[in-house]
Each structure stands twice: as C-alpha cells, then as structure tokens.
C-alpha cells in the first residue's frame, strides 16, 4: 500500500463503522424498561393534579356562586344550574355577571359537567365532582369530590 492509497482509506471513512443492530436493540431495550418504571408514576401524578385542579375550580366555582347571590339575593336553581354563572337567567332582573368567563370552567379536568343542587328549604346548595368516571361514588380518582 502506497502513501496515496493509506491517505484515500482516511478520507472515505473506510474504518467507520456504524452502531450494529444489537447495540441499537440494547438502547431501545433501555429506554423501554425506564418508560415501564416511570410510567406507572406520572400517571399517578397526573391524577392527582387533576383531583387538585378540580378542587380548586370548585372553590372558584362557589366565589362566583356567592357573587351571584349578593347580586341577585339568591343562588341559581337546579333548573338554571351553573349556566346561571355565564348567561342571566330568564327573569333575572339584578344579575350582574357573566361571573365566569367561559363555559367550559363549568366542566371538571375530566371533561364531565359539574353537578349542582340549587337550595331546598332551609339548606344551601350543592356542588361536586363525581370525578373521573362521571358517575355517583367511587374509590380513588372515580371518588366523588366536594370543595
């Protein structure tokens, strides 16, 4: 082999060579095995910034409630329910909203409508989650949630 021919193998990178197939099955194997420990954590972090987050709408929720009523002497009824916060109910005479921006702070983080019971008798009302299933009870995120 030449000086001419030593310095051409340099320059074309003929001893480069490339990560094997193994190498790469190796990195992937790794990086699948920290996704399956980590996993499992985010998502139960995740849920119980969502139960967070719909506590913290509901007591935003009852400050626009309370505004309501020192506007109107009254709370919605169930009938006008928390649209009561974003439109003036028919024959409201002394709402002075909207009391919340948009419609959508009347659903929880889980998409579902927030469930509220206007005043009976002497009681107040009622306001919850029914939390990530959007039924009635429930154990951990699927458990119903109050202010």
Not at 58 to 64: D, F, V
Not at 70 to 92: H, W
Not at 123 to 141: C, E, H, I, N, V
């Amino acid at each position: 082999m030449t000086k001419k021919d030593i310095i051409a193998e340099k320059n074309t990178g003929a001893d480069d060579d490339g990560f094997t197939l193994v190498e790469l099955l190796v990195v992937l194997a790794i990086i699948a095995l920290i996704a399956a420990i980590a996993a499992p954590q985010v998502l139960r972090y995740l849920g119980s910034a969502r139960v967070d987050a719909a506590k913290a709408q509901m007591r935003n929720l009852e400050s626009a409630l309370e505004l309501l009523y020192v506007d109107a002497g009254r709370y919605p009824t169930t009938e006008e329910g928390l649209s009561a916060l974003v439109e003036r109910p028919a024959g409201s005479t002394s709402w002075n909203g909207p009391y919340m921006k948009q419609t959508a702070a009347l659903r929880d983080p889980w998409g579902n409508p927030y469930q509220y019971k206007g005043p009976e008798g002497l009681s107040g009302y009622s306001l919850m989650s029914f939390g990530r299933d959007g039924k009635p009870g429930g154990d951990g995120q699927d458990a119903d949630l109050s202010p």
